[in-house]
């Protein structure tokens, strides 16, 4: 099993940064990949980010590509999110997720997630 907990988010002006953490518990850490999901009010969930399990392999949505970036560091158990230029349209709670293996861009491959953390931009 793997719990994982996000930290790091809060209100920032537009055109500012933020570094989104997500802690995980438990052995097998390792062996998951890693998404950043968000959704904002009266939307769906979006995929944001995902990393493979090594840490070699990344993915985007188009919308923040060249903004954010997902790391990871499995002897700290943690992936983060570099988010830079934030926009307004960033708003809304971020979640980490896991899945086995994996690190695809759908939410129905992702097993385990986060209890979220909200940001928020201001314009």
């Avoid at 993915?59 to 830079?84: E, P």
Wanted: glycine letters at 10%; proline letters at 2%.
């Amino acid at each position: 099993q793997v719990q994982l907990v996000e930290s790091g988010g809060g209100l920032v002006q537009a055109g500012g940064s933020l570094r989104l953490s997500c802690a995980a518990s438990g052995r097998t850490f390792s062996t998951y990949g890693v998404g950043w999901f968000r959704q904002a009010p009266g939307k769906e969930r979006e995929f944001v980010a995902s990393i493979s399990v090594t840490g070699a392999s990344t993915r985007y949505a188009d919308s923040v590509k060249g903004r954010f970036t997902i790391s990871r560091d499995n002897a700290k158990n943690t992936v983060y999110l570099q988010m830079n230029s934030l926009k307004p349209e960033d708003t809304a709670v971020y979640y980490c997720a896991a899945a086995y293996y994996s690190y695809i861009d759908q939410i129905r491959a992702y097993t385990h997630w986060g209890q979220g953390t909200q940001v928020t931009v201001s314009s």
